[in-house]
Nanobody, 124 residues
Framework: QLQLTESGGGLVQAGGSSRLSCVASDPVFNTYHTAWFRQTPGKEREFVAAIAWSSGVTYYADSVKGRFTISRDDAKRMSYLEMNNLKSEDTAVYYC?????????????????WGQGTRVTVSS
């Protein structure tokens, strides 16, 4: 059972930057596609970014394209989300997710494994 643990959330000023990290428990993390989602109260979990394990191809939500960058370091079993030019609407709990076989990158239901989430608050 893969376990994911996020870190790096906190309070950031609008226009600032922050980096979220996700560490995986499985040594074969390099066979999992990984993604970041976010959620605010009363709303469904929203796709943010994903990265394929084999090709390294990345996918982004339109709302974060050009501001956020997803990356991974398989040797360290880590996935990262670099967030720049943060806006108040980026305030959410951010979740790391992983799956070995993906059908739809942008749908939360397609991911088997989830972290506990880390809160990011952007103050204006």
């Amino acid at each position: 059972q893969l376990q994911l643990t996020e870190s790096g959330g906190g309070l950031v000023q609008a226009g600032g930057s922050s980096r979220l990290s996700c560490v995986a428990s499985d040594p074969v993390f390099n066979t999992y596609h990984t993604a970041w989602f976010r959620q605010t109260p009363g709303k469904e979990r929203e796709f943010v970014a994903a990265i394929a394990w084999s090709s390294g191809v990345t996918y982004y939500a339109d709302s974060v394209k050009g501001r956020f960058t997803i990356s991974r370091d398989d040797a360290k079993r880590m996935s990262y989300l670099e967030m720049n030019n943060l806006k108040s609407e980026d305030t959410a709990v951010y979740y790391c997710a992983a799956v070995q076989v993906i059908r739809n990158w942008r749908t939360a239901g397609n991911y088997n494994y989830w972290g506990q989430g880390t809160r990011v608050t952007v103050s204006s």
